[in-house]
């Protein structure tokens, strides 16, 4: 819908150039369908394994829009703690940033499909996608870190997101011309909140790579990237402060 409305209007916000969200809509239904031509499509849940970046902006609306459910994981995990989760999952496929190649491979050890983020799309149809999603479908995982056991895995569904959104809509008012930040490694649930309510509202998201770059970096990076809200753990604050 706000592909629609306002297809010129920043979608995301890069250092190198913003996306607009004509740009953004075309790229994930074209990745979706590359998805759905390299990866089982019985409902399996689709692992990611990215850093915070246009990347996986990008894939987690194409795993939605292609009808399926994504989960991604903590690459700084044990690697038992992934096999573990991996193992539980049993995912239809593992979308790979370029230097976790060689770890996924090893991960999926050919039970399903290991997808590089450099992959061409480019033969792929833009036209939106027509897939069944019910309000009740599920649209992620998040695994626990298992500092207390082994990890668990915790579904929540398209309904739930949308009541979350609105929520944290009505409380922050963003409207378009506002820059969210996205600053959580993608494995945290909030990063749903800072996606969602501002590509629902018609704002930017400003994703920036907290674990390569580094606390030094980001206050220059906030008045680079003009954002408005700020959004955060209290961890995180913390080492603002």
């Known amino acids: 819908r706000q592909a629609i409305l306002h297809p010129e209007a920043p979608a995301v916000r890069l250092l190198s150039g913003d996306i607009n969200y004509a ?13 759905l031509a390299n990866a089982a499509t019985d409902a399996r849940p689709i692992a990611l394994m990215l850093d915070q970046s246009y990347e996986s902006i990008l894939w987690v609306l194409a795993i939605l829009k292609a009808g399926l459910c994504y989960a991604p994981l903590d690459q700084r995990l044990p690697e038992p703690s992934l096999r573990a989760i991996i193992d539980n999952l ?12 060689n770890a996924c491979h090893s991960l999926a050890a050919g039970r399903f499909p290991v997808i590089g983020t450099d992959t061409t799309n480019d033969r792929f149809a833009s036209e939106n996608l027509d897939q069944p999603v019910t309000a009740d479908s599920v649209a992620y995982v998040f695994y626990t870190s298992g500092s207390t056991g082994a990890p668990k ?29 996205l600053v959580q490694h993608p ?16 704002a930017a998201i400003a994703p920036f ?3 390569s770059e580094g606390f030094q970096l980001i206050s220059q990076w906030l008045r680079l990237a003009r954002v ?14």
Request: net charge positive; aromatic share 8%; proline share 3%.
């Open 23 to 35: 740009e953004l809509n075309i790229a994930a239904n074209r990745t979706a369908r590359m998805l």
């Open 90 to 101: 049993a995912p239809g496929a593992l979308i790979a940033g370029t230097r976790y190649l």
């Open 153 to 181: 895995g915790v579904a929540d569904s398209h309904r739930n997101i949308l009541h979350n959104i609105m929520r944290y809509t009505n409380s922050l008012k963003f409207a378009p011309g506002d820059v969210m930040s």
């Open 187 to 202: 494995r945290f649930s909030g990063t749903v909140s800072s996606l969602f309510g501002a590509l629902l509202n018609g």
């Open 209 to 211: 790579d907290l674990q």
């Open 228 to 241: 408005t809200v700020f959004h955060a753990v209290p961890s995180i604050f913390r080492q603002l402060s």
